[in-house]
């Protein structure tokens, strides 16, 4: 198991994404915290991986917040003895027009996309920076590496999480702290779901119709991911097989974003 020994933290590890990396992390033998503003969820994906086997613990946490940033790296540290691992999870997209997009809309995927970012990554250098050791993975997206229509303010948020991963790996590389972003395409998620069954029920489609002409036909490897698929790059460069890689950011879209 390559995290043998080490805890990690990830936020909104109640679900989708973020329980697939708790899930795979803890498989390689992290304990692992599930933050999230859903405790209910946070609480059913720790139990998912004590069914398996794993160490874990849940909190809620709002990202947006220094105090619960700060109270999540805590529990980390209560719960486990300290934190190695950081992944910056949290995050949702709301599609809309540039010029029709309510400010305060923009406002809060600012704030949880990027803001959450940066707050849960100062809090968890107390602890990293004190011990000269870290692995801090950000999640992004394809969309921060390529624009796309209906979509400015999350993609605006996730060319910046990558901007951030580049800035920080510079300023932290002489501490034994490595920075690094995943960018996956489309995921097979609960909102994935939602937003396809809606869109199919406009363009009088089947959801597998739907879903084939949205992503699939687009990717060349021919489906979508799974989160274990992002779960597993997260794992790798979280563990020490990657102890050279820092600043980089590792597309998990299937081919579709190859630069």
């Not at 406002?107 to 250098?125: E, H, I, P, Q, R």
């Not at 790996?169 to 396809?196: H, Q, R, W, Y």
């Not at 799974?226 to 097989?241: G, I, K, T």
Request: with cysteine; hydrophobic share 40%; net charge negative.
């Amino acid at each position: 198991m390559r995290l043998q020994g080490k805890s990690a933290v990830v936020t909104g590890g109640g679900s989708g994404i973020g329980r697939g990396i708790c899930l795979k992390l803890a498989a390689e033998g992290a304990s692992v915290l599930a933050a999230d503003i859903n405790l209910k969820a946070a609480e059913e994906t720790a139990a998912l991986v004590r069914e398996a086997g794993g160490n874990a613990a849940a909190m809620k946490a709002d990202v947006t917040s220094s105090s619960d940033t700060d109270a999540m790296v805590q529990a980390a540290v209560d719960a486990f003895g300290t934190v190695d691992i950081l992944v910056n999870n949290a995050g949702t997209d709301v599609k809309g027009a540039v010029q029709e997009y309510p400010e305060e809309t923009w406002d809060k995927l600012m704030d949880l996309n990027l803001k959450g970012v940066f707050l849960s990554t100062k809090s968890a250098l107390k602890v990293m920076l004190e011990k000269k050791y870290g692995r801090i993975v950000n999640i992004s997206s394809m969309a921060g590496k390529t624009g796309e229509a209906f979509t400015s303010p999350y993609c605006t948020t996730k060319f910046g999480v990558i901007g951030f991963t580049q800035s920080i790996a510079l300023e932290l590389a002489a501490d034994n702290i490595t920075a690094n972003a995943v960018c996956p395409g489309a995921v097979e998620t609960d909102l994935i779901k939602s937003s396809v069954s809606g869109t199919a029920k406009l363009n009088n489609r089947t959801y597998e119709e739907e879903l084939y002409e949205k992503f699939i036909k687009f990717t060349p490897l021919g489906r979508i991911a799974q989160p274990e698929d992002v779960a597993n790059a997260v794992a790798f460069l979280a563990s020490d097989e990657a102890s050279y890689i820092t600043g980089s950011t590792l597309n998990v879209s299937g081919g579709r974003e190859m630069h």
